[in-house]
């Protein structure tokens, strides 16, 4: 078992920096419509940009594990979110992947990166996900 930790601290007005107690850190604050100063990205928008890069680590190191090189690897996520239930409800992906290697290797590689542990978060929450992805030769 793995202990993770998250701290967050007021700095001021909607302003929160969030740190994982080890040297790292960002700053969450919301849009000026919602009385922010725009310092950083909302909560939500943080656990979105947690999901995709959390997808991408775990395509990359899949890959790196079945020797496939990969070039370059793009994530692109959009959320919709439903203001009856206040947060997320649907996602589309859009993973643009340039690699020299056979389609069903990257199929592969693809359908395990879908099960990172943050992806995982938004299917118990019963986040609708839908997957485009692109396979460039580099």
């Known amino acids: 078992m793995t202990i993770l ?3 967050a601290k007021l700095v001021k007005d909607l302003r929160i920096d ?3 107690r080890r040297k790292h850190a960002i700053c969450l604050d919301q849009p000026p419509a919602d009385l922010g100063t725009d310092m950083g990205p909302t909560a939500l928008e943080l656990c979105l ?3 995709a890069g959390c997808y991408a ?3 990359m190191l899949t890959a790196k594990k079945m020797r496939i090189p990969i070039k370059d ?3 692109n996520v959009e959320a919709v979110k439903s203001e009856d239930v206040g947060t997320i409800t649907e996602q589309k992906y859009d993973i643009i992947i340039k690699a020299e290697a056979p389609e069903d290797r990257i199929q592969r590689i693809h359908a ?4 990172c ?7 118990k929450a019963g986040v609708k996900k839908t997957f485009k992805v692109t396979i460039e030769k580099p």
């Open 73 to 75: 690897l793009e994530v």
């Open 5 to 7: 930790h998250a701290n």
């Open 49 to 51: 940009m947690s999901d």
């Open 117 to 123: 542990p943050v992806g995982r978060l938004f299917d």
């Open 57 to 59: 680590s775990i395509f």
């Open 18 to 20: 969030v740190d994982n």
């Open 112 to 115: 395990l990166a879908k099960n």
